[in-house]
């Protein structure tokens, strides 16, 4: 199992040093995670590492293509109270 | 051998006008030891940064927090000009370009490490970068800024090198303020969200702090004002950093517009006025020295500030230079020489510690607009022109305010895609501002402008912004817009 980078990636680095597999590349148009190497951090880390810094929601997800960091997870508003949230910041 | 150089004579004292750029303030109210340790420290001393050049090198791209005003597809928004992405370079291809950079500018004096991350966060690269700059131009002094979360492990690692100052962000010591601000940190290898995390942040950073000041290191301070978050705190922080051995505090105006793209950004927060900082400045002043006339320079800047080479230096060029790294080593302590002398002879030593109160200023400040490609020089026609940069100036510096692009101000087709009405969105851009500055301008918008109050101004075409705005903002008080004793206008205050 191996987890892998989309197009949501903005190539800011902060996974490729984390990786335990040196799995993690520079690449364009995005970083690449190869699969072969990639074991989802099994064994070494509880979480795996580079969807646990990743700063991008949806930039990194499974096998099955479920984003690690859906939508909300990474700014900490759920996507139904975006608009509660967006007023409560706009009266700043 | 200096006068090739742009920065010590034609940024003259006239227009710093013995004040320091806003430096003034700054260095008087340091203890001697600290002053004499940042004298020649270009961002510091406001008369060494019209002697003095500074360079930045990105080699260090990850980061282990998330700010709300940060986008990570540009440079670490704590230290650069927002939206502005630096060639990462690798330690040595950053050793190469400071060892040309000092061959070529013999008044450079600092280097640091801003990003385009977290320093810290890149230890085996910053690290690498510092010892390689150590070895072939060991007579510059290095700096380096850091968000803190990995700071009390490399305290130890950052003594070992010719580090001449540390620069921490640090924007609360309340949790509940730093949660929203941060939305998570990495910490022990897992992602730490909100309350949780900011604790963790603000405890780091703190603990950094401490252990940087037991060491003799100097640190300075970042704090980002965020209107409706931090703004009733920072005074605190001011005060809580002073007590714990910081030497400079330097509050920057949270830069937030849509275009960059960040959380604040999107969500609609709001940046603070000039009259807001300027208010907590004045608040914190009481507290400890206030740094003024930072540039918020890009994590690439190389130069005077004020005046940014980087594009003379790109990896290309500096690979075809041949350099001779102790002829240059002479050559900048000849320099270096030279410019102390002038000083001394220019100023009775250092500027007396007992100007405790800044100077009263005796003009306004002015918003000014700015047509330009590059964000360095006034290089761009009016009409052509699809963004103005705007800058509130002062006699203390300048400061970018917003950066506006044009189809922002677009009311519906009817108004941007007729020919009579084209200058409308224009109008509406900068219907704030004194004055705007391009490299040249119909007939036709000088006039609408003129009528709309806005000063157009072609003269200074080509000049780098700050240089430019200086001038512009000088050319404006003579004309008297700007004394202090007239009642604000409103398209000044807006
Ligand atoms: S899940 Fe772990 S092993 Fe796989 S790429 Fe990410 S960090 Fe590397
Ligand atoms: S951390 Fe995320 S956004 Fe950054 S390089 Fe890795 S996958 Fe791309």
């Known amino acids: 199992m191996a987890l892998k980078i989309t197009a949501g990636c903005v190539n800011c680095w902060a996974c490729e040093p984390l990786c335990p597999s040196a799995a993690i590349e520079p690449a364009s148009p995005h970083f690449y995670i190869d699969p072969v190497a990639c074991c989802e951090c099994a064994g070494t880390y509880a979480e795996p590492q580079c969807a646990s810094i990743c700063p991008i929601e949806g930039a990194i997800v499974d096998a099955c293509g479920g984003a690690l960091n859906p939508p909300g997870s990474l700014t900490g508003i759920p996507p139904d109270l975006l608009e509660q949230a967006r007023a409560r910041i706009r009266a700043r | ?494």
């Not at chain 2, 992405?85 to 040309?100: F, I, R, W, Y």
């Not at chain 2, 890149?122 to 970068?129: L, S």
């Not at chain 2, 995390?197 to 965020?226: D, H, P, T």
């Open chain 2, 1 to 494: 051998m200096e006068s090739k150089q742009a920065g010590p004579e034609r940024i003259s004292p006239s227009n710093c006008a013995g004040r320091g750029c806003g430096g003034g303030d700054t260095l008087d109210r340091l203890p001697a030891a600290i002053r004499e340790r940042v004298h020649n420290h270009p961002c510091f001393s406001a008369d060494a940064h019209h002697h003095y050049a500074r360079m930045h090198v990105a080699v260090a791209p990850a980061c282990n927090i998330q700010c709300h005003y940060c986008n990570r597809k540009y440079d670490c928004a704590n230290e650069s000009r927002p939206g502005v992405v630096s060639e990462l370079l690798e330690p040595q291809q950053a050793a190469a370009k400071v060892a040309a950079v000092a061959a070529h500018i013999p008044q450079l004096a600092v280097v640091g490490i801003a990003g385009p991350g977290d320093p810290l966060a890149n230890p085996e690269r910053t690290f690498a970068t510092f010892r390689l700059i150590a070895e072939r131009t060991p007579d510059l002094r290095l700096c380096v800024s850091t968000n803190g979360l990995a700071l009390p492990e490399t305290v130890d690692t950052l003594c070992r090198y010719n580090i001449e100052h540390v620069t921490v962000t640090i924007n609360c010591l309340d949790p509940d303020i730093g949660a929203e601000i941060y939305p998570w940190v990495f910490w022990n290898n897992r992602r730490v969200r909100g309350r949780k995390g900011a604790e963790i942040l603000i405890e780091q950073q703190q603990l950094g702090l401490e252990r940087l000041v037991e060491r003799g290191m100097l640190v300075k301070v970042n704090s980002v004002l965020i209107p409706g978050v931090n703004d009733q705190h920072l005074t605190e922080v001011s005060r809580a950093v002073k007590a714990k051995g910081a030497f400079l505090h330097n509050l920057m105006p949270l830069i937030a517009a849509p275009e960059h793209g960040t959380f604040y950004g999107l969500m609609g927060q709001r940046a603070p006025r000039a009259s807001e900082l300027r208010a907590l400045q004045t608040a914190c002043a009481g507290e400890m020295a206030i740094m003024r006339h930072c540039k918020q320079c890009r994590a690439d800047a190389v130069g005077m500030l004020g005046d940014d080479r980087s594009a003379e230096f790109t990896r290309e060029r500096i690979a075809t230079l041949e350099i001779d790294d102790d002829a240059a080593l002479a050559r900048r302590a000849a320099t270096r020489e030279a410019i102390e002398r002038r000083r001394q002879a220019a100023t009775p030593a250092l500027v007396p510690v007992a100007t405790l109160s800044p100077p009263r200023p005796t003009t306004r400040a002015a918003r000014i607009a700015v047509a330009s490609s590059d964000g360095r020089r006034v290089d761009q026609h009016f009409g052509q022109a699809e963004r103005f940069l705007v800058y509130e100036v002062d006699e203390q510096g300048e400061r970018l305010l917003d950066d506006r692009p044009l189809a922002r101000y677009c009311n519906g087709a009817e108004h941007c895609d007729e020919d009579d009405d084209a200058l409308a969105p224009a109008l509406a851009a900068l219907a704030d501002c004194a004055m705007v500055l391009c490299a040249r301008i119909g007939l036709t918008p000088w006039e609408g402008l003129e009528a709309a109050g806005i000063r157009p101004n072609g003269e200074l075409a080509m000049s780098p912004i700050e240089q430019a705005l200086h001038a512009a903002h000088r050319e404006l008080a003579d004309l008297g817009a700007l004394s202090v004793d007239e009642p604000q206008c409103a398209t000044l205050s807006a």
